[in-house]
């Protein structure tokens, strides 16, 4: 048996040395299955039928917001099917859209993205109803954390698919969306709070792959150790982006295994239409050839319907 003192002495100098957070490893992180995967923001009808997506797609991103009313938690259970599929959802943290509920209604104790104008950077080019938000802001977090998430995963939902998070990989000047040192390390740090309350749901990070991401550390621990996947939109349609492929080789490069499961690394394409064939085969083709997991859909800001490809 260990002395008294010396073990007084050995469980101090453990806790100096431990990192303020370390992912707890469990079984439920991490994708059992990689492909195929679908993201559709719409109703149960405009997906084609719950049964049908359930049974064609292993990961599917959902929007589960229950002030957008899109599904309700009985119909994600049934696209959940038994365990079979993972079922996400999207989850706005770089800017927050006005449609949102919270935008201006949050319960006694928060503050509503419109009401927290300390934290707006600026109007989402291209989006007109999105502002950038700080993401060090206190407020902010706070009400990603103990609120919107929260709302999520009383859904049923196993995780989510964290959205702008490119805003931390602009400058303290750029024009859309700009980001201070703080603003960058708040990104990094709200994730880690996220899984800090959540260690066993899935998150995925969209987009934001460059080494802001890669390399970057919150609280002590690695930013990539806190991530189950990784998503990136547009690397191969409208047109081909070398950078993104680069980036994404990296991240395959260091051999995550969250779960003990390889790091998930999907692409998202857009052809305009269901109609593309030729455009999502070829598409699929490159994704694959890469290791990578594929879907092609219509647009960026549709995603409305279910795009059911026969390749």
Not at 73 to 88: D, E, F, Y
Not at 236 to 261: C, H, I, N, V
Request: contains cysteine; charged residues 20%.
């Amino acid at each position: 048996m260990m002395h008294a003192s010396i073990k007084s002495i050995f469980v101090a100098f453990t806790v100096i040395l431990a990192p303020a957070f370390m992912p707890p490893a469990s079984a439920e992180r991490g994708f059992p299955s990689a492909a195929p995967w679908v993201s559709c923001y719409g109703t149960a009808s405009q997906m084609g039928g719950l049964g049908r997506a359930a049974q064609k797609f292993r990961v599917l991103n959902i929007d589960a917001d229950p002030g957008n009313g899109s599904l309700t938690a009985a119909q994600i259970t049934r696209l959940k099917a038994g365990g079979k599929n993972r079922v996400i959802s999207y989850l706005n943290l770089g800017s927050m859209e006005s449609s949102r509920t919270y935008w201006t209604q949050v319960p006694l104790g928060f503050v509503s993205g419109k009401a927290n104008r300390a934290a707006h950077l600026g109007p989402y080019a291209g989006y007109p109803d999105e502002t950038w938000m700080d993401l060090s802001n206190a407020e902010y977090q706070r009400l990603i954390v103990d609120y919107v998430a929260p709302r999520l995963v009383a859904q049923g939902v196993d995780g989510f698919y964290l959205d702008n998070l490119e805003l931390i990989e602009h400058g303290p000047q750029d024009q859309n969306g700009p980001c201070s040192s703080a603003c960058r390390q708040g990104g990094l740090d709200l994730v880690r709070r996220l899984r800090e309350k959540y260690p066993s749901l899935l998150i995925v990070m969209q987009n934001s792959t460059s080494d802001v991401t890669r390399l970057g550390t919150t609280g002590g621990v690695a930013f990539p150790s806190l991530l189950d996947g990784i998503a990136h939109e547009e690397l191969y349609a409208p047109s081909p982006d070398a950078q993104f492929l680069r980036e994404l080789k990296k991240w395959q490069a260091m051999k995550l295994r969250p779960g003990g499961r390889a790091l998930w690394i999907a692409t998202e394409d857009y052809v305009g239409s269901c109609a593309n064939r030729s455009a999502a085969r070829a598409v699929y083709t490159a994704s694959r050839a890469q290791g990578f997991s594929p879907y092609v859909t219509d647009a960026s800001a549709v995603q409305r319907e279910i795009c059911y490809w026969p390749f």
